[in-house]
């Protein structure tokens, strides 16, 4: 079995980053089609590196970027973060961590707060969990 990833330097060091496997890949490409099917004009980009100042030596690279389907036309390898609405489910950073981290059952409806302002039932994703 081949097992594709990509370098990446964190921490000051030289580290590798495996690409998503079928179970979460698979997830991620269900993301991508239930925000698509609510907002059409977003998109979930699963390679864009992000420079986001402290946190990496300034550098991130997220599963995937919610983010305004044009967003990184022209961006190079690390792009602005301004344009992101939404790299993970947790909100209100302050300081360097999150002050609300909620945590769901797989098969429940999970509210994306606003600017994403979409919906998703979380049902198709118990097929996924291993």
Request: net charge positive; with cysteine; charged share 25%.
């Amino acid at each position: 079995m081949r097992e594709e990833a990509q370098l990446e330097f964190l921490g000051g060091r030289i580290g590798r980053k495996v690409w998503p496997d079928g179970p979460r890949g698979r997830a991620i490409q269900w993301f991508t089609r239930a925000c698509l099917a609510q907002r059409p004009e977003l998109w979930l980009d699963s390679r864009q590196g992000l420079s986001v100042g402290r946190h990496r030596e300034g550098r991130a690279r997220p599963d995937g970027s919610l983010v305004p389907s044009h967003a990184f036309a022209g961006a190079g390898e690390w792009a602005d973060p301004a344009p992101v609405l939404m790299v993970k489910v947790h909100s209100r950073p302050d300081g360097g961590r999150y002050e609300t981290v909620q945590t769901l059952p797989f098969g429940k409806e999970v509210a994306l707060p606003e600017p994403v302002g979409i919906s998703l039932d979380t049902e198709p994703l118990k097929n996924w969990v291993r």
